[in-house]
DNA sequence: CGCGCCAATTTGTGATCACAAATATCCTTG
DNA sequence: CAAGGATATTTGTGATCACAAATTGGCGCG
């Protein structure tokens, strides 16, 4: 079996077990993996030219972290997606990402308001553009930009474990999600921010999450698995 | 350095890292961890009669579930707790075990609920009685037949992973905290599930945590590091 | 031609070793 | 006596090996 992995000399994690770590961690980002797709410790290793024993530290902190799933006969394998876990992990996002921008509403700095607006800007000149691959960045780092404002550490860890699991689906939003949307909700954000209202930083990002997830549990009947487009 | 643990051999673990994992996790929710401790891997082993590899990724495992952490000089240790991570936790408490409340509300059985009323029972007879060691086990019993009553199986791991991290210091609210109290919430919350109403159920379990994990961080200064006393 | 059984291979797990970084200890020097 | 540096020990990390469980492939039997 051929993973689809990077190498993993450009990065600058201190051990090798971090550097497998942030390139299992790129790679399901990116929708590299296929959805039930079973890994294995050795190919892995061989994929980023390292033994077996960083890989085995990086995939039990992935495991931990829902990334992926072990099975009873002990292989790792990318979860499947169902439409009733969408819902699930749309509920649990909108809840805990709601809570931080209420907290980040009552942290926010000028600085870092200007510094959203900025972000805000690029993603739609990256959507004028056509270009989803921008687009999808710029959203990421717009969000937690956002939820690091909060300065609730523990909560920006369990977000971004969040993220790791719907992130490749969140792919599925292009073209046809995104298409028409004008960054309406992220301005009304930014105003709450300004005005320091939790409450309505809340409600932005809440509504938000939950009509995005909502299109993507859509996409699959009541039963079925909802499959992964290639990143472009 | 010696260190607090129980041999694995009782456990039903497949591998001896699920034992590790297990004597780790049972170890920190009785307390015996003093806050800010460091683990060694190899006294680790030693305390088990294991080598150095199943430890490794039992510890990473429960440093990505935030039951430890990691060190820049890479070693791990028990997280100190503060009164602002008190805080956090609590709102992240809050949020996600109401939803579970609310969500075992709209699949809750008649046998569930006997179960339930069972537990509360048993609780209120180890409260009289002032025995706090099976208080504590039966409390957790309580909300975890809950939860899993919601049938959100990433939910309730992550609030699993949460309690990891509250757990110790949940001895904090022994005696003086529950004295008095005659399980009226637990009522409550039962009634809610018998009628079905969602909302009901989740402010019981909001408010009883907000409450209890309230009490807590107002045991710690502003500033100040929470010590916990050994479990009895 | 299909199904089940057995051998060959792959794969996860755990122990051990080597090495470098971090920590502790002791000795020297001011 | 205190402080700084050299040495010794401890500790985390990564590679390799051995072994058992799981998987795969092929063969023979029905």
Known sequence: MTVPLASVASDTA???????YESLREALTQGKFAPGQKLTIRSIGNALGVS??????????????????????????VPLMTRAKIVELRDIRVALEGLAAERAAEHVT????????????????????????????KIREFHFTLYRTSGQTTLVRM???????????????????????????????IQALQAREGASARR???DDIREALT????????????GVKAAR
Chains 1, 2 share one sequence.
């Open 204 to 206: 932005e990002i809440a």
């Open 110 to 137: 000028p600085e870092k308001i200007a510094e959203l607006q900025q972000l805000a800007l690029e993603i739609v000149a990256a959507r004028e553009r056509g270009d989803s691959a921008i687009d999808r960045i």
């Open 159 to 189: 977000i971004e474990a969040l993220w790791l699991q719907t992130g490749p689906y969140m792919n599925l939003l292009f073209p046809a999600y995104v298409r028409g949307r004008r960054g309406e909700g992220r301005r009304r954000l």
């Open 215 to 226: 299109y993507v549990a859509d996409l699959a009947d009541d039963e079925g698995v909802i």
């Open 52 to 77: 077996v024993m960083p890989v085995r530290e990086a995939l039990r902190r992935l495991t931990a972290e829902g990334a992926f799933e072990m099975q009873p006969n002990r292989s790792v394998r």
């Open 14 to 20: 201190a051990t090798l077990r971090e550097q497998v």
